[in-house]
């Protein structure tokens, strides 16, 4: 595991007394962990606000939000104690997170039987494949063999989920209601878009930039964990709007109708 400049030498709250990006890479972890927390809550807090059919996925969001905040916490306190970076915590969070995250497309479409099965194992094969290896690659020797070769099988587990979820779910969104087959269409670039930051802040750490590499996983989880729940949620809500779901009926503004 990559070890700090000053391995030993615990960092401080006190922006000046660490160097600029080490202060900066450090805040970051305690913000992600927030971050994460306020939306776990979040996302518990508006499960019943979304038509019933729909809660798992909100149950699923604030799942994969507070086991991020959980490795957060553990990760800042790491990387604060200055002894290493918290390679391991993170890909035991993605381990967990990632295929959460994916579970969400089958949730959405309300894919049963065969196909809804078929689609869960390959992205959460792909996913763990992805993880494993990529977790290899970064606790090899930086820029050997090893570490190469499992990057790029890494690369090549993610491209597969990304075709997958731009070749199998095609069908089954045109059956979608719109507000759920907009989501899913912004969800999947989360994947396209926001997936492909990881590969570049790992290769950041060829250039002795881990602080970098770390910020941008930080700043990548956030909006990937928290923003990917969003857009369900929003999926769900207009959803229910459409239906009549979101509006609550107030008794002295809104009265019973009068049968004649």
Known sequence: MPLLADAGAALSMDFAANTPIESV???????????????????????????????????VSALVCGIACFHYYK???????????????????????????LIKFPLLLRMGGEKGRNLLTKLVLFDVGMIVTAFIAETSPLGGVSWWGFFIVACVFELLIVAVLYTSMNEAMKDSPAPIASALRT???????????????????????????EIAYNVSDVINKVGFGLVAYAGAKALASVEGLGRTRHPELDPEPQTV
């Open 75 to 101: 990760m800042t306190n790491q990387y604060m104690s200055g002894e290493s970076f918290p390679t391991a915590l993170r890909y035991i969070d993605w381990l967990f997170t990632t295929p959460l995250l």
């Open 25 to 59: 890479t450090l805040y970051l972890f305690f913000a992600a962990t927030v971050a994460m927390g306020a939306a776990a809550v979040y996302f518990l807090a508006e499960r019943n606000s979304v038509p019933e059919k729909y809660r798992s996925v909100m149950s």
């Open 187 to 213: 969800m999947r670039l989360f994947i396209l878009v926001g997936w492909a930051i990881y590969p570049i802040g790992f290769l950041l750490a060829l250039g002795g930039a881990e602080e970098y590499r």
